[in-house]
C-alpha cells in the first residue's frame, strides 16, 4: 500500500532519548523546558520572533479570532480544510465566503471588496498548498477598510515571501505540526502574532488566562501543548533540512513522469520559496479525476481530493455560489508525498495515472 502521506518519524533512539530526560525531570506539560527549546528552534528556524507553540493548528485559529477580538463577519476562502471555517462559526463569527484564484487556489483578491459590510471585521485566508495568498493585495484591502488579517498557513513550513517567514504577513498567522504536515510533533501548532500585546494575550489565552500564579487577565483556553509533543518536534527538527529536499525531488520526479499529461498546477507565486508541501493535480474533468481516483486505489495507492467538498456546502454556513472553488474542488488530486516515497513508488502511481487517461 503506498498511502498519500505517512508521518516521518525520526530514529527511535533520538525520540528515546528526549522521554528518557522527561522521566528524569519528571516535567511533563505546563510550559516545560522541552517546549520552550522548541520554541526557541522553531524561531530561529523559521527567522520569525514571536511564536507560540499550541496544541494544534485549529486551537490556533480559534485562539487567533479570540485575541483579536474579531467580531460579525470575517471573510474567508471556500478552498482550504475544514477548520478555517468551522474554527470562525465556533467562535461565534459569520463566514462570508470569497472565491478562489482559477491559478493559484488561493483567495481572490479582486473579489473581497464587493463582500466588505460593515459587520465584516476581518479577512481569513489560507496559503493553499504551501503557496502564498496575494500578501500585497490583501494588505492594502485591508488597511483600507480597517480589517485584521489571519492567515491559516498550516501548509507553509519553511515559506518565505519576499524574503522573509511567510509567518510574519498578517495580523496573526497560524499553523499546524500536525502528524501529516511537513514538519511535526504528533499533534501541535503555533500562532506568530505582529503585535507584541496579541502575542502576549495569546500567550495567556493558551493557559487558561493566568497572568500569574494566582491571577488571571481576560478569557483563555487550554491551548497548551506537552514535552512529549515537544520531543517529537525537536527530533524532527534535525530532518526537516532533508524533508524538504527530498520532497522537491519527489516534486521533480512527479513533473517530468507526468509532464505528457499537462496537467493543471497551482501556479506558486514568484516572489515566494515554495516548500513542496503537496503534490496537487487538477484534471480536466470530474470523471477523470474520479477515475483516476479509483485507478490509483485499484492499485492500493491513496490519493486524497484535498480539498474536497468546499468550505461553502457545509451544512452549518449559509449556502454560497463559489464556481472557481467548486470546479476545482471536484477536479483535484493530491499525490502521495512523503519522506519515505520511493522512486519505484513515483514510478508505479505515475503509470497508473497515464495508462488510465491514455
Ligand atoms: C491541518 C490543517 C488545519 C488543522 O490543523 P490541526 O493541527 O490538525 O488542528 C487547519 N487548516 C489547514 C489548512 C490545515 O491543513
Given at each position: 500500500?503506498?498511502n ?12 528515546q532519548?528526549?522521554i528518557?530526560d522527561?522521566?528524569?525531570r519528571?516535567w511533563?506539560?505546563n ?6 527549546e ?9 527567522n ?14 480559534q485562539?487567533a479570532?479570540?485575541a ?8 474567508t476562502?471556500?478552498f ?5 471555517t468551522?474554527?470562525?462559526?465556533w467562535?461565534n463569527c459569520?463566514?462570508?465566503f ?6 493559484s487556489?488561493?483567495i ?8 466588505i459590510t ?9 496559503h ?8 500585497d493585495?490583501i494588505?492594502?484591502?485591508?488597511e483600507k477598510?480597517?480589517?485584521k488579517?489571519?492567515?491559516?498557513a498550516?501548509?507553509?513550513f519553511g515559506?518565505l515571501?519576499?524574503?522573509k ?8 498567522s497560524?499553523t499546524s505540526f500536525?502528524?501529516t ?7 501541535g ?12 494575550c495569546?500567550?495567556?489565552?493558551r493557559?487558561?488566562g493566568?497572568a500569574g500564579p494566582d491571577?488571571f487577565?481576560?478569557i483563555g483556553?487550554n491551548?497548551k501543548?506537552s514535552?512529549?509533543?515537544a ?14 529536499a ?12 507526468l509532464?505528457a ?13 515554495f516548500?513542496y508541501?503537496?503534490?496537487?493535480v487538477?484534471?480536466r ?5 474520479i477515475k ?6 485499484d492499485?492500493e495507492i491513496?490519493a486524497?481530493?484535498?480539498?474536497y467538498p468546499?468550505?461553502s ?8 455560489t463559489?464556481?472557481?472553488a ?5 477536479r483535484v ?19 497508473v ?6
Amino acid at each position: 500500500m503506498i498511502n498519500v502521506t505517512r508521518p516521518f518519524l525520526p530514529p527511535l533512539a533520538e525520540y528515546q532519548q528526549y522521554i528518557a530526560d522527561i522521566w528524569d525531570r519528571n516535567w511533563l506539560t505546563n510550559n516545560g523546558p522541552l517546549v520552550k527549546e522548541l520554541e526557541a528552534q522553531l524561531r530561529a528556524y523559521l527567522n520569525t520572533e514571536k511564536l507560540l507553540f499550541l496544541s494544534n493548528g485549529t486551537i490556533a485559529l480559534q485562539i487567533a479570532i479570540k485575541a483579536l477580538d474579531l467580531q460579525g463577519e470575517i471573510i474567508t476562502t471556500p478552498f482550504s480544510y475544514v477548520a478555517t471555517t468551522s474554527s470562525i462559526v465556533w467562535e461565534n463569527c459569520t463566514p462570508v465566503f470569497v472565491d478562489i484564484d482559477k491559478e493559484s487556489f488561493n483567495i481572490d483578491p479582486k473579489l473581497i471588496e464587493a463582500s466588505i459590510t460593515d459587520k465584516t471585521s476581518a479577512i481569513l485566508a489560507t496559503h493553499v498548498y504551501g503557496n502564498p495568498c496575494d500578501i500585497d493585495a490583501i494588505a492594502t484591502i485591508a488597511e483600507k477598510h480597517n480589517l485584521k488579517v489571519i492567515y491559516d498557513a498550516a501548509h507553509c513550513f519553511g515559506t518565505l515571501y519576499k524574503g522573509k517567514s511567510v509567518f510574519e504577513y498578517g495580523d496573526v498567522s497560524t499553523t499546524s505540526f500536525h502528524a501529516t504536515k511537513l514538519f511535526h510533533t504528533t499533534e501541535g501548532g503555533a500562532v506568530v502574532a505582529k503585535d507584541s500585546a496579541i502575542l502576549t494575550c495569546m500567550e495567556r489565552m493558551r493557559n487558561f488566562g493566568h497572568a500569574g500564579p494566582d491571577k488571571f487577565k481576560g478569557i483563555g483556553i487550554n491551548g497548551k501543548n506537552s514535552e512529549m509533543h515537544a520531543a517529537m518536534g525537536l527530533a524532527n527538527m534535525k530532518y526537516v533540512d532533508h524533508i524538504l529536499a527530498k520532497r522537491e525531488l519527489d516534486h521533480k520526479l512527479y513533473d517530468q513522469r507526468l509532464e505528457a499529461l499537462q496537467l493543471q498546477k497551482p501556479k506558486i507565486d514568484d516572489k515566494a520559496t515554495f516548500n513542496y508541501a503537496y503534490y496537487a493535480v487538477v484534471f480536466r474533468t470530474t470523471e477523470e479525476c474520479i477515475k483516476v481516483f479509483k485507478a490509483l486505489a485499484d492499485n492500493e495507492i491513496g490519493a486524497r481530493r484535498y480539498f474536497y467538498p468546499v468550505l461553502s456546502s457545509l451544512d452549518y454556513v449559509d449556502p454560497q455560489t463559489m464556481p472557481v472553488a467548486e470546479d476545482i474542488a471536484q477536479r483535484v488530486l493530491c499525490l502521495p508525498l512523503y519522506e519515505q516515497l520511493t522512486e519505484d513508488d513515483i514510478e508505479k502511481i505515475c503509470t497508473v495515472i497515464l495508462k488510465t487517461l491514455n
